[in-house]
């Protein structure tokens, strides 16, 4: 069955510090890649997208993510972390034929001053 | 900037009464998605129109929950008769095309007492 897993439920770091949150997915072809944001009380806001091409992908606020079909992951990074960020961040996937947006479970981030 | 535009962002009421949630995509967007999202269950997708006709709506249950799009404008998901348990945050997606990234509303908090 088609999923996508995010290991990470909660992540702590440091303002400042590097970051990356990890996503892997089970497709049989390469899926349609998202990450996106959600801030409290909000609904979810796309940071960036893999459709085809450059495996690595930028999106807003500086966050990117690399694509590697040989791991099956998407990972998120940022190289220095803003009070800002901390938010849940959601991987999801749409593969071509299906209608459904299969989610993660989401990755909460926590940012320490 | 464009928004997809949630009505009534909170909204508080009894089991038993009909509970009508709003949303109107983004002009010109022609795939409208309903999620439902708790903390047990993350997000799931309710159900899913191209061009205002339902292609999707496995997730939903079907003997009190109904979403339609009266108008290009307009989509509603209804409840009825509301139970406690569909207590949750309700969001609307809509995007240009499938598989195309979907864009967020701020969703509907229902909370049925």
């Known amino acids: 069955a088609q999923s996508v897993t995010q290991p990470d439920i909660h992540i702590t770091v440091s303002e400042g510090a590097s970051l990356e949150l990890r996503c892997n997915y089970s497709?049989?072809?390469?899926?349609?890649l998202f990450w996106y944001v959600q801030s409290p009380g909000q609904g979810l806001q796309l940071l960036l997208k893999y459709f085809s091409g450059d495996t690595l992908v930028q999106g807003i606020k500086g966050f990117e993510a690399e694509f590697k079909r040989s791991q099956s992951s998407f990972n998120l990074r940022k190289p220095s972390v803003h009070w800002s960020d901390a938010a849940e961040y959601f991987c999801t996937a749409f593969s071509g034929g299906y209608n459904k947006l299969i989610f993660g479970a989401g990755t909460r981030l926590a940012v320490h001053p | 900037d464009a928004r997809v535009t949630q009505t009534p962002r909170h909204k508080v009421t009894e089991m038993g009464q009909e509970v009508t949630m709003r949303c109107q995509p983004i002009l010109g967007h022609n795939t409208v998605f309903w999620y439902r999202q708790t903390m047990m269950q993350g997000l799931e997708l309710l159900a899913y129109?191209?061009?205002?006709?339902?292609?999707?709506d496995s997730g939903m249950p079907k003997d009190r929950f109904s979403a339609e799009m009266p108008d290009a404008t307009l989509a509603t998901l209804k409840i009825q008769p509301s139970e406690p348990r569909d207590s949750a945050v309700y969001f609307c997606?809509?995007?240009?095309?499938?598989?195309?990234?979907?864009?967020f509303g701020d969703g509907t908090r229902l909370s049925i007492l």
């Open positions: 497709y049989g072809a390469t899926p349609y």
């Open positions: 997606a809509s995007g240009e095309l499938t598989g195309q990234p979907q864009h």
């Open positions: 129109f191209r061009n205002r006709a339902p292609l999707d």
